[in-house]
């Protein structure tokens, strides 16, 4: 990590697609250029500006014990809004979400990609035959994968979730996941066989029934994976290396609006932090609107 001089402004920007798959993406929109690079256009800075990729989430905490004139992080929340915890340094800000991502597929960027990848002969049907909302159930689905995610998380189970195979757990025809199909599928992709189907499930139940706050617990990859699937198999007819997560995601920046991310608390601390750490600038020309309380 190089040293940064008292009078830089900092995004840390942990970055799946550059290759750190432990951690979570900063998500910021026109921060990104069609091809995934970072477009410093978006930026307005009255002193020097510096841009870090592939800091670890726990990059952080280094920078409390340091005499920083102008720092600002910005890391994924995860389960942390579901289990109380907050940033420990205070110039350290959590999406509002669990991720980034889900910033993006909780607005019209979702409906965006749905008029533009699935088959809408296909897509009507699949409505007629079950619901008309797609990201609402596949956001219930999600949280199933979450949930158990959690559960190994909060006692240490340490269940591996990296490259789930969808349609080991997926029906084609309804897009549901088969719970027990599920857990048997994370216990061998996690060589644990000790653990009891049953308990794994209660446990995944327990989980799911602890929060009504759905976008807090589901993690944005299940769910692109959900609609991934859903593209090449139910609601589209797409081969898998025509639309991997990585195109959804990217078509996801594109069609993220400002206004959008203007509307999140996300935004409104970092409006708090530029207020008080004149004349440090992080956004151009981005405003909110509408305040969202």
Known sequence: ?????????????PALWQGATTHSNLFVPS???????ISPSFFTVKRRFKISIGVDRSAHRRFGTRNFAGVIGIIDADFDHLEGKTPDVLSVFQTDMHDGECFMLSTIAFEKLLSEFASQEKLKAW???????????LL?????????????????LNLCFKELETKEYVDDASLKIDVPKFVKHVKNKSQRHDLSDDKLTSGLQQR????????????????ID???FAYRKTLGSWKAQDLTREHIERGLRLAYAEDDFSQTQLFLEIRG????????????????KHLPF
Request: contains cysteine.
């Open 1 to 13: 990590m190089e040293t940064v001089g008292m009078d830089w402004v900092c995004f840390f920007i």
């Open 31 to 37: 921060l990104w250029d069609a091809s995934g690079r």
């Open 127 to 137: 409505q007629q035959s079950y619901v008309t909302d797609v990201r609402s159930y």
């Open 140 to 156: 219930q689905q999600a949280a199933i994968i979450s949930s158990l995610l959690w559960h190994s998380n909060q006692l240490g």
């Open 208 to 223: 799911l029934e602890a929060s009504n706050k759905i976008w807090q617990m589901v993690r944005s990859h299940d769910l």
């Open 226 to 228: 959900l609609l991934s």
């Open 273 to 288: 932090w530029e207020a008080a750490h004149m004349p440090f600038r992080i956004f151009r020309n981005l405003r909110q």
